[in-house]
């Protein structure tokens, strides 16, 4: 599903078609604790393209944002929990910059639901599950309200 | 609008010209050259002046037209194969607004203060020459002048009058620093007309930024879209930026990493101010100066002034006011006490 005006005209969602969510989580905690949710078999939704990053400070405020731009229909990060970072302070800074983006997506016309940041820990498999589940639902109802 | 404060605003302006040349003159003797304002191709359009003699100065100005912010020549004076001679030391006339970039990129530690002199010049509000573009055919202005809270033009040999409060900058109609926060000399003496504040000028800095913020989103989003669609990517916005010092390295330009293809798509565009805006968050300092240059009028200070706003929201911080600070996305307290996380429940 495209954003830009020169695109050409998006298809419209099929009932069923999982939306277009990209993930990144943290190579230390977020990555392992979706493999747990993997290897543990909780169901989890479709759609859902995970990018693997060394730490939450390496997110550029930019990666969600070129998403976005390039037709993402969700972008969830996830890291440590805030004192746990595996490099001490990286999900601190990320923490204050993703927040200015949160911000800022919604004044550029892209829903405030569309963007969201959570800290999930390499033993919170089940977290995991239920963020993405309840994200993967919202985007879902986003899409839908506008067809 | 009262009528005295801009009878003595021309006055005022007449004052602050002689006065400017003299501090200009003795500071030539601490500095290589001294950049300031001269006459540009017709009245509306001053152009910057590198005065390196007592002669040169005869040649400055200073009127209501003078809008340039000359601290973008800053970062240029440590860059190798910048625009000066690395040893020169440098002169700047500046204006409340433009001091503001001044301490931003002193902040940054992308100037060092030994190597420049700087001449504050307390302003009363500057006029906008795309607003005067509505209303006149500009290229054939013959003269302008400020009288009576109102500009008077002479346009093809006959006179036409609008009042000051729609010409005059939006950026002038809430400026908060009239008079520069940083100099070695002050011209002007401290508190200008305007800091003593004719309230008719007051305006809310952040008005338009909460208006657009009111609209629906997908109002917002096809306002952009249609905004962007104009843009040529000319990069002038990113070029008379006093804080887009990258040159080359500018990620918008850059093939690895490659960011962003030189389609001038909408898409592309959009990218483009977007990330603009996300590297000036907290840093830009309102000057205007992308705005002025941009060949299609796209709103860009709304983008920058929405960031300022949100880190002002999140962190209580303003650039270009304390050289001292750190910038607030470069540092981070354990507890944030304007962040709301989401609780996933």
Redesign the interface.
Known sequence: MS?????PEKEPVKNGTPPKIIAFLCNWCSYVGADMAGTTRLKQPEGVEVILVPCTGRMD??FP??SL??GAEGVLVSGCH??ECHHQ?GN??A???L???K??L???????ERF????ISASEGK?WQ??VT?FTERIKSLNGKKD | MAGKPIEMRNKKTKEQLENLKTQVEETLSQVDFVIGYAKGYDVLHPTPLFVRSTKDAQALIWDDFCINNLATYLPSQKRPGGLFHPHEKIGLVVKGCDSRAVIQLLQEGIIDRENFKIIGISCQGKVDVKKLKNRVPIERVESAEIKEGSIELTVDSRGQKYPLEEVLYSKCLSCEYPTPLIYDRLVGGEGSLRSKGPKEFAQDPYHDVEE??KKG??E??????QEF?RCLRCYACRDICPFCYCQFEC?AQTRIPH?LSQKT???EN??FH??R??HL??RCTECGECERACPVDLPLLL?HK??NK??S???GYRSGINPKLRP???????E?KN?E??R?E
């Open positions: 954003r830009g005006n020169l695109e405020p930019l944002m070129k731009v390039e805030p004192g302070d601190l800074y923490r204050r910059r927040e200015v983006l911000g800022f919604p004044f550029m016309g892209f829903e405030e969201s940041y959570t800290w977290k239920q963020v309840k | 657009f913020e989103v997908n917002r989003l096809d306002f952009w879209e669609s990620i960011w798509a909408s898409k959009k990218f977007m990330f805006a996300m968050a907290g983008l929405k960031m949100k880190v929201e999140l962190f607030p996305l470069t540092i981070f307290q354990p944030e962040i996380e989401e996933w």
